[in-house]
């Protein structure tokens, strides 16, 4: 009975020192993927709302180069006409339309040790029941994987959309190996709405 009580122990301690390695290098390996992004000139640009985070637009997030890097499929493409707010500068003057059928995926947004935050600006001139699906596409341990971060609706009107998470973070003791990056696609959901969407933002610094 005692030799089993402490072949037990012994055992238990060996996968409680498994399981605290383990974590370590998953945390060490998301700590890399945290110093290696740079998202310079952040600022709150969404603090009209509210919204303190300082945000950096994402790569090629105002369509001002005519949505390069972007996937755009099913008739998605940049159009003339930029949000209302002008969020990145006067300057801009360009915007994503998404019609009925359509799909848009982003460049790579580099990741952090936590996910960090996304917003954007959107708009919705056809049925305002329609809605428009934000999901986060990322490869992990050699297999592509899609998250749905939100569900969205909107007015004629443009308007900023909430804060966004990609829930990718460490979500147990052993922890998750980050990706090094995601992308975020943007698909309506039915066939009544006539979106856009302009100024896709990234909060690095989620975890303030």
């Known amino acids: 009975m005692k030799l089993d009580q402490a072949h037990y122990v012994r055992s238990f301690r060996a ?3 498994a399981i605290s ?3 370590l290098l998953a945390l060490g390996f998301a700590a890399g993927s945290a110093q290696a992004c740079s998202y310079p000139g952040a600022t709150p640009v969404f603090a009209p709302w509210g919204d303190q985070h300082a945000y ?3 790569p090629e997030g105002g369509f001002e180069a005519g949505g390069n890097g972007w996937a755009l499929r099913g008739g ?3 159009v003339a006409g930029n949000e209302s707010y002008q969020l990145n500068g006067p300057a801009d003057s360009r915007s994503l339309a998404l019609p009925a059928g359509s799909s ?3 460049p790579p947004i ?3 040790i936590d996910t960090p935050l996304i917003r954007f600006v959107a708009r919705n001139t056809g049925n305002p029941s329609s809605r428009l699906r934000v999901e986060a596409v990322y490869s992990l341990l050699g297999l ?3 998250n ?3 569900t969205v609706s909107a007015g004629a009107g443009w308007e900023p959309s909430k804060q966004m998470s990609t829930v990718l973070g460490l979500s147990t003791i052993v922890g998750t190996i980050l990706p090094s990056a995601i992308e975020v696609r943007f698909t309506p959901l039915d066939n009544t709405g006539q979106w856009q969407v302009d100024d896709l933002y990234v909060d690095p610094f989620a975890r303030h």
């Open 104 to 106: 848009a995926v982003s």
């Open 110 to 112: 580099c990741m952090s």
């Open 144 to 146: 592509v994987r899609t």
């Open 148 to 150: 749905v971060v939100n």
């Open 76 to 78: 998605a493409g940049v």
């Open 56 to 58: 950096a637009l994402a």
């Open 21 to 23: 390695l383990i974590a």
């Open 15 to 17: 996968r409680l020192a």
